[in-house]
């Protein structure tokens, strides 16, 4: 559930000398508006220093997704759960049901500002998205399902040259194709080690992540025509993907099957599930948070270690086959996430960068100077 958005942010530079070697995370934005409100959530931290806010908002985003991808990968360890993913999806929904309208209930606004339409579209991308990707989780291993959430910008590039005609420039070019190389080089390592490997999974895995490009493009043009909050657009379009999900598992004929499954094993199932909808709810929020606050470059970079301290601990906690390629061909899809980001905020990285670049240049002067002065004190 990661996306970028317009970034028009500077660091703020502290002491030419102590703050040399370390990027500081203050935004010249929000300097502009200090009486901007900033919430975990439910909780306000406006009154703390930006770093503080950083670190807070930062520790609950690691928090609440390490927690959203270690228990979806254990509710996949019961093998005979692997072809139940869009139930779990089904009992994902009606939890985010349920805590959006609790969410409306704190906040006392139960005003609807998109149409019906609108959200029935939404509705169906975001069925699409999660039902496929957890299902996906039965036959992929979850570093690899990681990796091709981190590539939704793929989709969207491909389906705005084919669709809009629209042109990029190479550095956009370039990190398309890094993605591509690396997930290619990804899949290709995780098929040749892994026993658990199952060319359907990358069939489930590339269709959630079409529509997670799509759905990212509906939203926020549903969210800047309408003004609607995050809130409205979750409770409708939970609610009614949760409607879609179950008519489709009655027609199908898989409910059934699926809910007595779940009833003999009910702490790995609903137990866990309704954990993991809880974080991922939380998390989902957090990250809107941050992204307000402290802009596009921060978000990504925190997301992106996320996912990569993720996929580390999925090699800790689960035993599975592991090879170098894994970790060069990651690198490469980071790289693509990178320039993408670089592409979008040229200005202000171009600044970050001349400004770091100083800093270090002063630094090694100083630390120079202080070590010629010791000799000659000698």
Not at 52 to 64: D, E, G, H, K, N
Not at 181 to 192: H, K, R
Request: hydrophobic share 45%; glycine share 6%.
């Amino acid at each position: 559930m990661s996306r970028y958005m317009s970034m028009s942010d500077t660091l703020r530079q502290k002491n030419a000398v102590d703050a040399a070697c370390v990027v500081n995370v203050e935004v010249a934005e929000e300097r502009r508006d200090p009486e901007r409100s900033v919430k975990l959530w439910f909780v306000d931290i406006s009154d703390f220093g930006r770093t503080s806010q950083f670190l807070l908002l930062s520790t609950a985003v690691f928090a609440s997704y390490l927690i959203y991808g270690y228990l979806q990968e254990l509710i996949f360890r019961l093998k005979e759960f692997r072809p139940f993913g869009w139930y779990l999806t089904l009992v994902q929904f009606l939890c985010y049901l349920v805590f959006g309208l609790l969410e409306m209930q704190v906040r006392n606004n139960f005003t609807r500002k998109i149409p019906m339409k609108m959200y029935a579209l939404l509705a169906f991308l975001t069925v699409a998205t999660m039902g496929l990707s957890n299902t996906s989780v039965g036959y992929l291993n979850y570093p690899t399902q990681v990796i091709f959430k981190c590539c939704k910008l793929i989709p969207v590039m491909v389906g705005s040259i084919l669709i809009q005609g629209r042109r990029y420039n190479c550095i956009d070019v370039s990190a398309m194709m890094c993605m591509i190389v690396g997930l290619i080089l990804f899949t290709l390592a995780d098929s040749s080690v892994s026993p658990n490997f199952n060319t359907y999974g990358v069939i489930l895995i590339s269709l959630a992540l079409c529509a997670d490009g799509a759905i990212g493009n509906v939203q926020e043009k549903a969210m800047k025509q309408y003004e609607a909050s995050n809130t409205e657009i979750v409770f409708y379009s939970y609610g009614l993907g949760f409607f879609y999900i179950l008519v489709g598992l009655l027609l199908s004929g898989n409910f059934f099957p699926a809910f007595e499954f779940c009833k003999q094993h009910p702490v790995q199932t609903y137990g866990y599930g309704f954990l993991f909808s809880i974080s991922g709810y939380v998390g989902l929020a957090i990250v809107l948070t941050l992204v307000k606050t402290f802009g596009a470059l921060i978000a990504v970079t925190v997301t992106t270690c996320r996912k990569a301290v993720t996929i580390i601990l999925s090699f800790l906690f689960f035993s599975k086959p592991f090879t170098l390629q894994y970790v060069w061909s990651g690198l490469l899809v980071v790289l693509g996430i990178y320039l993408n980001v670089y592409s979008k905020n040229r200005k202000s990285w171009d600044k970050v960068i001349s400004d770091t670049v100083t800093k270090v240049e002063v630094c090694f002067k100083s630390k120079r100077g202080n070590h010629r002065h010791i000799l000659t004190d000698v």
